[in-house]
C-alpha cells in the first residue's frame, strides 16, 4: 500500500489533496518521463456539485500501474511508499501525472 498525495483538486474523488478511491490506476505503459504517466482514475468534478459528499480521504492504497519503465514499478503494481498525483486544474486524465515517475 501506498500514501499517495495527489493536488488534482478538481477531481471527484480528492478530498483535503488526498484520494478517496481505495484503488487507482496510472497510465503509461511507454512512459519516459512524468508526463507520459497519468491518473486513469481521475474523473471531473464538474462544478463541484459531489464535493464533500461521502468522501473519506484514504491514507493508503493500492495502485495498479502501467508505467513499467518506473523503478518503483513490480509486475505492473506500484511499490513506492509514498508517491504524488499532480495536475491541478485537469480536465480530463492526460492532465494529470505521477510526480514520482523515475526512469529505471
Ligand atoms: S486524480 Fe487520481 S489520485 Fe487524484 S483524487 Fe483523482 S482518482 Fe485520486
Ligand atoms: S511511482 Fe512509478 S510505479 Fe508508482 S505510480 Fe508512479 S509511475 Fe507508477
Known amino acids: 500500500m501506498t500514501r499517495l498525495e495527489c493536488t488534482v483538486t478538481n477531481c471527484l474523488h480528492n478530498a483535503e489533496n488526498r484520494c478517496c478511491k481505495q484503488a487507482i490506476v496510472v497510465d503509461g505503459s511507454e512512459a519516459q ?32 500501474c502501467e508505467a513499467i519503465n518506473c523503478v518503483y514499478n513490480s ?18 486524465p492526460g492532465h494529470t501525472e505521477c510526480a514520482t515517475f523515475t526512469l529505471r
Open 75 to 92: 509486475d505492473r503494481r506500484c511499490g513506492a511508499e509514498r508517491i504524488g498525483i499532480v495536475g491541478d486544474g485537469a480536465s480530463e
Open 33 to 64: 518521463d512524468n508526463f507520459e504517466t497519468c491518473c486513469g482514475s481521475f474523473d471531473q468534478n464538474l462544478e463541484g456539485s459531489y464535493r464533500n459528499l461521502f468522501k473519506t480521504p484514504e491514507n493508503r492504497l493500492e495502485i495498479d
